[in-house]
C-alpha cells in the first residue's frame, strides 16, 4: 500500500468519525429540543410567576447564615426575586437571583491576627459588604480589628439545560453555603411535583428537597447508578 493509500485510509475514518459525532450531536440537540426544552418553559414560567407573587405580597421568609466570628448563625430575610433568561427562544439558562439582608447592622471586635484574616475569609466567601478597622501596636502588627457587617448575601438559583448530558442541572449560589452546589436531573425528574417543591425549597420551607434520607452503605451504589444513568 503506497504513501497516498494510507493518507487516504486515514481520512476516510477521519470523516467518518466526524460524520458520527455530527449525528451524535444533533441527536443530543433533538432530543433537547424535544423533552428538556418544554421542561425549562415549564419551570421559567413557575419561576416567573412565582417572582411576581412573592414580589408583591412580601412574604416574610427568613434564613439563617454562620457569619458571626464564632460561627453562631445570624438571621437575614429574602426579598427582591428577580428571574431572567438567556434566551427567549431556546431556553437554557434561568437564573433566579435575590438578596438576604441582615435586620440590622452586626458589629464584632477581634483579636489575633489570623482570627481576623479567617473571619475576613469568611465574610469574603459570602461576598457580603463590610468595613473592617484595624488597631495596630507600635510595631505596626496587627493587634485588633472592628468589623461592621452590612450583607447582603448575594443568593441565585440557576437552572441550567445541558445539550450534552441531556439533563437540568440546579446549581445554588450562596443558598445555604458561601460558594456553589451543583444538582443534576434527568427531564423525567422535573415534574409538578419537583417543580412544586423547588418553590417551597427555595422559601425555606422543604429543606428535605435535595436530600436521600438512606443508610450510609446505600449512598455509593445509588451515586453509581446516578453516574450510570446520565451517561
Keep these: 500500500m503506497g504513501i497516498l493509500d494510507d493518507l487516504k485510509n486515514q481520512s476516510e475514518v477521519q470523516k467518518a468519525k466526524e460524520e458520527q459525532e455530527k449525528q451524535r450531536q444533533a441527536d443530543l440537540l433533538k432530543y433537547y429540543q424535544e423533552n428538556l426544552h418544554p421542561k425549562m418553559l415549564q419551570l421559567y414560567t413557575f419561576l416567573n410567576e412565582f417572582s411576581e407573587h412573592l414580589n408583591y405580597i412580601k412574604t416574610e421568609t427568613f434564613t439563617d447564615y454562620p457569619v458571626s466570628p464564632d460561627g453562631s448563625m445570624q438571621q437575614f430575610q429574602q426579598s427582591g426575586y428577580k428571574v431572567t433568561i438567556d434566551s427567549a427562544k431556546?431556553?437554557?439558562e434561568i437564573n433566579l437571583h435575590f438578596n438576604c439582608c441582615l435586620n440590622e447592622l452586626l458589629v464584632f471586635e477581634i483579636e489575633n491576627s489570623d482570627r481576623i484574616q479567617r473571619y475576613t475569609d469568611l465574610l469574603n466567601s459570602y461576598r457580603l459588604?463590610?468595613?473592617?478597622?484595624?488597631n495596630k501596636n507600635s510595631?505596626?502588627?496587627l493587634v485588633s480589628s472592628k468589623f461592621k457587617v452590612t450583607g447582603p448575601v448575594s443568593v441565585n438559583v440557576i437552572l441550567q439545560g445541558d445539550v450534552d448530558t441531556s439533563s437540568i442541572h440546579l446549581i445554588l449560589k450562596n443558598f445555604e453555603k458561601p460558594g456553589f452546589v451543583k444538582h443534576s436531573f434527568k427531564e423525567r425528574h422535573i415534574t409538578e411535583e419537583f417543580i412544586d417543591g423547588l418553590g417551597r425549597f427555595i422559601l425555606r420551607q422543604n429543606p428535605e428537597f435535595l436530600k436521600l434520607d438512606i443508610a450510609d452503605e446505600h449512598k455509593e451504589v445509588i451515586r453509581q447508578n446516578i453516574e450510570a444513568d446520565m451517561k
Design 139 to 141: 510595631n505596626y502588627e
Design 129 to 134: 459588604e463590610f468595613d473592617r478597622t484595624d
Design 90 to 92: 431556546e431556553v437554557k
